[in-house]
């Protein structure tokens, strides 16, 4: 097991192709300084080529997922400095959109406490989310005196459900992970106590399958949802290609050779043994 202590963040691999990337302020409820979007830049350009990642769990120190901005750090502090904000202000977006939405490899948000505010637009950037029941999120900007800014109004109405992303918009009620679960922002929910087991079981059932075929799936998906349908044809026409080309395992000719030819295994009840 190895455990890379940053400043703000914390890297910790176990040898078996899951990494766990915190956010590391729990005395600040992992709210998202200066530092620390500086700190995720980097730390994901250095995952995205190391081989030792295959999955990548995105998590918070102690009791919270990510309270959102920092509100002194990130906002006070940088009102009056347009050179400072300019800067923290794209690598904030860079990490929590951009580079979660294109990392090459699976990458599952498990939240495991407060998610509030600006923690929403990593929580929807990655691949997949998982919640404790008892997580707690709170979209509270109107409760200050801001709209969901940065990208959290586009995340929600991207992510939820369109009454449900409205009424929390508007009303900063807190709603639990069970709630969460329900209008669509994650796929599933375990307790507390189970939630860092039953993420993990997940992670190795996605271990399972040819990591260049799902790089591709999720590259299609997500560029398909703003195309019209003559273009998605063509794009994935395109990608499906690509992907033969690309994949060292030759998935589509071993899986078509066991179904097939040996008749060793069903490919819509289990991926082909790898
Ligand atoms: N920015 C700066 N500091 C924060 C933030 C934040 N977003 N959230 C928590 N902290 C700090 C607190 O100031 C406090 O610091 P201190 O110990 O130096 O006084 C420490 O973290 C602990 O916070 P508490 O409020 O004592 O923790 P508690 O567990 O009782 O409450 C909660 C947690 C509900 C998340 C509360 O801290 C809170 O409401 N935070 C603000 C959440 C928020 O509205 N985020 C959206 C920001 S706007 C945006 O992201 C666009």
């Not at 929580?123 to 707690?136: N, P, R, S, T, W």
């Not at 790089?215 to 299609?220: I, L």
Request: net charge neutral; proline share 4%; charged share 30%.
């Amino acid at each position: 097991m190895s455990v890379d202590v940053r400043d703000t963040i914390k890297i910790e691999k176990n040898g078996d192709g899951i990494t766990w990337l915190y956010l590391n302020r729990p005395e600040k409820r992992n709210a998202m300084n200066p530092t620390m979007h500086l700190e995720m830049v980097q730390a994901l350009d250095e995952l995205e080529v190391d081989d030792e990642t295959e999955i990548l769990v995105l998590t918070g120190s102690g009791s919270a997922f990510c309270a959102g901005q920092d509100l002194k750090e990130f906002f006070r502090e940088q009102d009056g400095k347009p050179k400072e904000r300019l800067k923290v202000g794209r690598a904030s977006q860079e990490w929590r959109l951009r580079k979660l939405k294109s990392f090459p490899k699976i990458t599952i948000a498990m939240v495991n406490g407060w998610c509030c505010g600006g923690g929403f637009t990593p929580l929807v950037a990655c691949d997949f989310a998982i919640a404790a029941e008892e997580a707690q999120f709170s979209l509270s900007e109107v409760n200050w005196g801001i709209l969901p800014g940065g990208l959290v109004t586009k995340v929600i109405a991207d992510s939820v459900r369109y009454r449900d992303a409205l009424y929390y918009i508007l009303t900063a009620e807190n709603f639990d992970g069970k709630r969460a679960k329900e209008i669509g922002l994650v796929n599933f929910t375990a307790p507390l106590d189970k939630l860092r087991d039953d993420t993990v079981a997940f992670a190795q059932r996605l271990l399972q399958k040819n990591p260049v075929v799902l790089r591709a799936a999720k590259e299609a998906y997500r560029a398909v949802r703003t195309m019209d349908y003559e273009q998605a044809e063509d794009y994935l026409s395109a990608k499906s290609d690509e992907l033969k080309l690309r994949d060292p395992e030759r998935g589509r000719e071993k899986g078509m050779h066991e179904f097939l030819d040996t008749k060793a295994y069903r490919p819509a009840l289990a991926p082909y043994p790898r």
